[in-house]
């Protein structure tokens, strides 16, 4: 059974950061793409970042360019998004999410991820 389970969110002030997980169980993690993807309060989902499946190539939406960084670990099964510089908007539940595919596909098309975690609140504020 494939299990995604994301963890590091918390209450952060402006300019602040925080370092989000994904631990993956039932797969072959190393031979897929894994994105993070993020819902607002109110808003529909939003595309943030995705990396292939070696760790050695990397895309991200504009609106985090610069301020997050994604990561993974292929020998602990592990996700990570390393957020710097946090924004009111950048709150948000954040999922991380596992690819149909080794590679990138890019635009992103949230049909191309098939398993998805439960997520984990990220709130940004004074």
């Known amino acids: 059974e494939v299990q995604l389970l994301e963890s590091g969110g918390g209450l952060v002030q402006p300019g602040g950061s925080l370092r989000l997980s994904c631990t993956a169980s039932?797969?072959?993690?190393?031979?897929?793409?894994m994105t993070w993807v993020r819902q607002a309060p109110g808003k529909g989902l939003e595309w943030v970042s995705v990396?292939?499946?070696?760790?050695?190539?990397?895309i991200y939406a504009d609106s985090v360019k610069g301020r997050f960084t994604i990561s993974r670990d292929n020998t602990k099964r592990t996700l990570s998004l390393q957020m710097n510089s946090l924004k009111p908007e950048d709150t948000a539940v954040y999922y991380c999410?596992?690819?149909?595919?080794?590679?990138?596909?890019?635009?992103?098309?949230?049909?191309?991820?098939?398993?998805w975690g439960q997520g984990t609140q990220v709130t940004v504020s004074s």
């Open positions: 999410a596992k690819s149909r595919v080794l590679g990138i596909t890019y635009p992103p098309n949230f049909s191309n991820y098939d398993y």
């Open positions: 039932g797969f072959t993690f190393g031979d897929y793409a």
């Open positions: 990396i292939n499946g070696g760790g050695g190539n990397t």
